[in-house]
């Protein structure tokens, strides 16, 4: 019996390095500007996969992440750094999903790889840090969860122990399987790419990046066929329609706006005795003071 | 309409946290406005007065599921508790604290009640709402409002269909305020084992370490910061004297910490903590946008610095050109002087 490991990632725009023309005249986000990044905590997440794997002879490890098509990258990427292999789940009618229809669709996807020992995430991603999404899947897979893991103190076959970071200090837990992992940012670095994987993997291509590419993988699929990013459509992974994307969530924008550090309007006060006296007065009347 | 309910969280002292109150606090005027009830649910072993603490918020019924298993938190009990009693009462509006525990439990309640959460609301407000396609209309939902994409843009979501609408909140947001004093509830003691099963203990815990919180400047009201402008670790004494004086904690700059004029704990900004007081008082900070991050969302701010065109003083709501070192024994004296 093999150990098998999802790891869930996702391509996130590099909020970190907001750049002049980030954000379009009418307030929305210009996607296009920012490059397109591993989620950061979702490498930990991958980190804390192959550490287990390390441990655990026949462990597997496979991606999911859901996205357009050119979140292939990220499957290659993963592979790279020591992933066995990875799915996209793609799909239009997913276009717009709330955390809630992003859980549903994932755990579907999920569901199809079939039975799984252990599902790790990273907490949360740098475009909602909502961290939602990793016990929403857990509880759509109706499993247990265990949320900031930092560091695996011990694992085997059988079960797993965990140091969670909390806001005020740390606990230890344990669990047998399956059990769904999210990652804290202070969990060990992902190792970086392995020359050989390199090349063993540049190559992995999806359907619709060899479509775009006018390329024909029959042959070489057939003869390598870890070459193969699967890409999953609604379909493939049986979802409800109404369901997903935007129909499927229950949250709905009602409005942006944009953020404008707008000079406020601001009493300047000089260091006199006589204005020293009235400040302190009003903000005490106010009672901001006192 | 049905009542407004807050996941009250149970602290290490076995009291109920200050996330929980402010949240309670903020709960009561929603309940007011749309002219339903108060709600808490508290699940924990053994908490003193717990009535005494709740009550005064303005609390109506308190759902205690009261049990030596239920302290410290674990996800599935806690998860159990709650989405069974939203079955049953099915409440309006659902919030819970931003923090490693509402985090965890809050997303999975709301995928199981299949409905809308929205995380890190920074304001929540009732108004109505008009659906462009349908013209459907909609009376009194909860605007939840917060920022999103690092900061950039500011959305106010809404969750017209699904019931509860849920929503958390990080500690210091909203305000801690008491209803009424003598505002009197009653206490409805849940039957725990009518609402958790045995699988729900699954995950063992082996250790916990949890570190008394002895610097608190996440949830003070009052922050006097020091930056690299404060010149030095003596001069810097001052920030501590005006913190002290006017009952406030006392922050600082990445600038001032690597300097070494004060302890990491206290930074604030980006990298350190983020704060919401209701005054900061900024003193010889010049605010750059990673400082701001933290703290821009205080009520009030008070800049300090010899340097009219510091980039803090365009979010100062006053602004002191002036020394730190002239400026804060002033504010000292005149605090004095006015509070006798």
């Given at each position: 019996m093999s150990f098998r490991i999802i790891v869930l990632a996702k391509q996130v725009p590099?909020?970190?390095?907001?750049?002049?023309?980030?954000?379009?005249?009418?307030?929305?986000?210009?996607?296009?500007?920012?490059?397109?990044?591993?989620?950061?905590?979702?490498?930990?997440?991958?980190?804390?996969?192959?550490?287990?794997?390390?441990?655990?002879?026949?462990?597997?490890?496979?991606?999911?992440?859901?996205?357009?098509?050119?979140?292939?990258?990220?499957?290659?990427?993963?592979?790279?750094?020591?992933?066995?292999?990875?799915?996209?789940?793609?799909?239009?009618?997913?276009?717009?999903?709330?955390?809630?229809?992003?859980?549903?669709?994932?755990?579907?996807?999920?569901?199809?790889?079939?039975?799984?020992?252990?599902?790790?995430?990273?907490?949360?991603?740098?475009?909602?840090?909502?961290?939602?999404?990793?016990?929403?899947?857990?509880?759509?897979?109706?499993?247990?969860?265990?949320?900031?893991?930092?560091?695996?103190?011990?694992?085997?076959?059988?079960?797993?122990?965990?140091?969670?970071?909390?806001?005020?200090?740390?606990?230890?837990?344990?669990?047998?399987?399956?059990?769904?992992?999210?990652?804290?940012?202070?969990?060990?670095?992902?190792?970086?790419?392995?020359?050989?994987?390199?090349?063993?993997?540049?190559?992995?291509?999806?359907?619709?990046?060899?479509?775009?590419?006018?390329?024909?993988?029959?042959?070489?699929?057939?003869?390598?066929?870890?070459?193969?990013?699967?890409?999953?459509?609604?379909?493939?992974?049986?979802?409800?329609?109404?369901?997903?994307?935007?129909?499927?969530?229950?949250?709905?924008?009602?409005?942006?706006?944009?953020?404008?550090?707008?000079?406020?309007?601001?009493?300047?006060?000089?260091?006199?005795?006589?204005?020293?006296?009235?400040?302190?007065?009003?903000?005490?009347?106010?009672?901001?003071?006192? | 309409?049905?009542?407004?309910?807050?996941?009250?969280?149970?602290?290490?002292?076995?009291?109920?946290?200050?996330?929980?109150?402010?949240?309670?606090?903020?709960?009561?005027?929603?309940?007011?406005?749309?002219?339903?009830?108060?709600?808490?649910?508290?699940?924990?072993?053994?908490?003193?007065?717990?009535?005494?603490i709740l009550y005064p918020y303005g609390v109506d019924v308190i759902n205690y599921a009261?049990?030596?298993?239920?302290?410290?938190?674990?996800?599935?009990?806690?998860?159990?508790?709650?989405?069974?009693?939203?079955?049953?009462?099915?409440?309006?509006?659902?919030?819970?604290?931003?923090?490693?525990?509402?985090?965890?439990?809050?997303?999975?309640?709301?995928?199981?009640?299949?409905?809308?959460?929205?995380?890190?609301?920074?304001?929540?407000?009732?108004?109505?709402?008009?659906?462009?396609?349908?013209?459907?209309?909609?009376?009194?939902?909860?605007?939840?409002?917060?920022?999103?994409?690092?900061?950039?843009?500011?959305?106010?979501?809404?969750?017209?269909?699904?019931?509860?609408?849920?929503?958390?909140?990080?500690?210091?947001?909203?305000?801690?305020?008491?209803?009424?004093?003598?505002?009197?509830?009653?206490?409805?003691?849940?039957?725990?084992?009518?609402?958790?099963?045995?699988?729900?203990?699954?995950?063992?815990?082996?250790?916990?370490?949890?570190?008394?919180?002895?610097?608190?400047?996440?949830?003070?009201?009052?922050?006097?910061?020091?930056?690299?402008?404060?010149?030095?670790?003596?001069?810097?004494?001052?920030?501590?004297?005006?913190?002290?004086?006017?009952?406030?904690?006392?922050?600082?700059?990445?600038?001032?910490?690597?300097?070494?004029?004060?302890?990491?704990?206290?930074?604030?900004?980006?990298?350190?903590?983020?704060?919401?007081?209701?005054?900061?008082?900024?003193?010889?900070?010049?605010?750059?946008?990673?400082?701001?991050?933290?703290?821009?969302?205080?009520?009030?701010?008070?800049?300090?610095?010899?340097?009219?065109?510091?980039?803090?003083?365009?979010?100062?709501?006053?602004?002191?050109?002036?020394?730190?070192?002239?400026?804060?024994?002033?504010?000292?004296?005149?605090?004095?002087?006015?509070?006798?």
């Amino acid at each position: 019996m093999s150990f098998r490991i999802i790891v869930l990632a996702k391509q996130v725009p590099d909020t970190r390095n907001v750049g002049k023309d980030a954000m379009k005249e009418d307030g929305t986000v210009n996607r296009a500007a920012l490059p397109a990044i591993f989620n950061p905590e979702d490498l930990n997440a991958l980190e804390m996969a192959l550490n287990i794997k390390d441990n655990i002879k026949d462990a597997t490890i496979s991606i999911i992440t859901m996205g357009p098509s050119r979140a292939a990258e990220i499957v290659r990427e993963a592979m790279y750094r020591g992933a066995d292999n990875g799915v996209v789940v793609s799909d239009r009618k997913v276009a717009g999903s709330d955390t809630l229809a992003t859980s549903y669709t994932i755990s579907q996807a999920i569901k199809r790889m079939g039975e799984f020992d252990l599902v790790i995430a990273g907490r949360q991603a740098i475009d909602g840090d909502t961290a939602q999404v990793g016990p929403q899947t857990a509880e759509k897979l109706e499993c247990p969860q265990i949320t900031y893991a930092e560091e695996v103190i011990q694992v085997d076959e059988n079960k797993i122990r965990i140091k969670r970071r909390l806001e005020r200090g740390v606990e230890i837990v344990e669990t047998s399987y399956p059990c769904l992992i999210t990652v804290h940012g202070s969990a060990k670095e992902c190792r970086s790419r392995h020359a050989k994987r390199l090349m063993k993997y540049k190559l992995a291509k999806s359907n619709s990046e060899l479509q775009e590419l006018g390329q024909d993988y029959s042959n070489i699929w057939n003869e390598r066929p870890y070459l193969k990013i699967e890409e999953w459509s609604a379909a493939d992974i049986i979802a409800e329609d109404s369901r997903l994307g935007l129909t499927g969530s229950p949250t709905k924008v009602k409005k942006i706006e944009n953020v404008v550090l707008t000079q406020k309007e601001s009493k300047v006060i000089t260091p006199k005795d006589e204005d020293m006296n009235d400040l302190m007065k009003e903000l005490i009347s106010s009672h901001i003071l006192g | 309409m049905n009542n407004v309910f807050v996941y009250c969280e149970v602290t290490e002292e076995r009291t109920i946290a200050d996330v929980s109150l402010e949240l309670v606090s903020k709960g009561k005027k929603l309940a007011n406005e749309l002219g339903v009830k108060l709600e808490a649910i508290v699940c924990g072993d053994e908490i003193k007065d717990i009535e005494k603490i709740l009550y005064p918020y303005g609390v109506d019924v308190i759902n205690y599921a009261k049990d030596s298993r239920l302290f410290p938190y674990q996800t599935l009990p806690h998860f159990s508790i709650v989405t069974k009693l939203f079955q049953e009462n099915k409440p309006e509006i659902a919030l819970f604290g931003a923090t490693s525990v509402g985090r965890d439990l809050a997303p999975r309640i709301a995928s199981f009640l299949r409905t809308g959460l929205t995380a890190d609301c920074t304001t929540l407000e009732i108004g109505d709402h008009t659906e462009n396609k349908t013209g459907k209309e909609y009376k009194n939902l909860l605007y939840q409002i917060r920022p999103a994409f690092g900061g950039n843009i500011i959305a106010t979501i809404i969750n017209p269909d699904h019931r509860p609408q849920m929503a958390t909140v990080r500690e210091g947001v909203m305000k801690k305020e008491v209803f009424n004093n003598s505002h009197k509830g009653i206490i409805n003691f849940l039957k725990v084992e009518d609402y958790v099963k045995n699988d729900d203990f699954c995950i063992k815990i082996i250790e916990r370490h949890i570190e008394q919180q002895k610097i608190n400047i996440k949830g003070a009201q009052i922050i006097v910061c020091g930056g690299y402008g404060m010149g030095s670790k003596e001069n810097f004494k001052l920030i501590h004297q005006l913190a002290e004086v006017i009952q406030g904690e006392v922050g600082a700059t990445r600038a001032a910490v690597d300097a070494g004029m004060c302890e990491h704990e206290r930074q604030i900004g980006q990298t350190g903590v983020t704060v919401r007081p209701k005054l900061y008082i900024a003193c010889g900070v010049s605010g750059a946008v990673q400082h701001r991050a933290g703290m821009q969302e205080s009520s009030k701010i008070i800049s300090i610095n010899t340097d009219p065109k510091a980039p803090i003083n365009a979010i100062a709501d006053y602004t002191i050109i002036g020394d730190v070192m002239e400026v804060l024994p002033k504010m000292i004296k005149y605090y004095k002087a006015n509070t006798k």
